[in-house]
């Protein structure tokens, strides 16, 4: 055997192997061909999808700086109404410590002229909703001022020393 007719012998495989897949890829370019409309339909609705996707994309970010000021006025609104809060209740503490001491100075007061003048002791009913005989009566001191005073009867001294208070404020 001749080295000829090796070399023929493997040209000839080759070749037919080339035309196989010749064939095979003329197949493939037909088919590729006969659907081309429909591959032109898909591609045109995923650019429209893509498009979509990116106006989708556009609208969110607007939202989400639109929704970013509105949370940034909201908090620095908050922060405002948190720092009037806190003015409002350091007056408030500073008003209470006012309160408390002037109605210890008025139950001060109270008791030094109990003290002074030996008046009577009035016996009052706190008012309450319970049965009579559940309540206890309160002993309160029975004082000029007491006399004098206009609207309706306290049941206790600090409710009395409160409302005191509260005048001397105004």
């Known amino acids: 055997?001749?080295?000829?007719?090796?070399?023929?012998?493997?040209?000839?495989?080759?070749?037919?192997?080339?035309?196989?897949?010749g064939y095979i890829?003329?197949?493939?370019l037909n088919h590729f061909r006969a659907h081309q409309s429909e591959l032109s339909v898909l591609f045109d609705t995923f650019s429209q999808a893509i498009?979509?996707?990116?106006?989708g994309v556009?609208?969110?970010?607007?939202?989400?700086?639109?929704?970013?000021?509105?949370?940034?006025q909201r908090i620095d609104a908050a922060q405002k109404l948190v720092s009037e809060l806190e003015f409002l209740v350091g007056r408030a503490e500073a008003i209470t410590g006012a309160l408390e001491k002037n109605a210890k100075a008025a139950k001060q007061v109270i008791l030094?002229?109990?003290?002074?003048t030996h008046d009577k002791?009035?016996?009052?009913?706190?008012?309450?909703?319970?049965?009579?005989?559940?309540?206890?009566?309160?002993?309160?001191?029975?004082?000029?001022?007491?006399?004098?005073?206009?609207?309706?009867?306290?049941?206790s001294d600090e409710s009395f020393d409160l409302l005191k208070s509260i005048e001397k404020l105004r």
């Open 1 to 21: 055997m001749s080295i000829e007719l090796i070399v023929e012998s493997a040209m000839c495989v080759l070749l037919v192997l080339c035309v196989g897949y």
């Open 121 to 155: 002791v009035q016996v009052v009913k706190p008012h309450r909703f319970a049965p009579d005989d559940e309540r206890e009566p309160a002993i309160l001191p029975y004082t000029e001022s007491r006399k004098q005073r206009k609207g309706p009867l306290v049941d």
């Open 58 to 72: 556009q609208d969110l970010k607007k939202s989400a700086e639109d929704a970013g000021g509105q949370l940034l």
């Open 51 to 55: 498009a979509r996707a990116q106006q």
């Open 112 to 116: 030094e002229q109990n003290r002074e």
């Open 25 to 28: 890829l003329n197949r493939h």
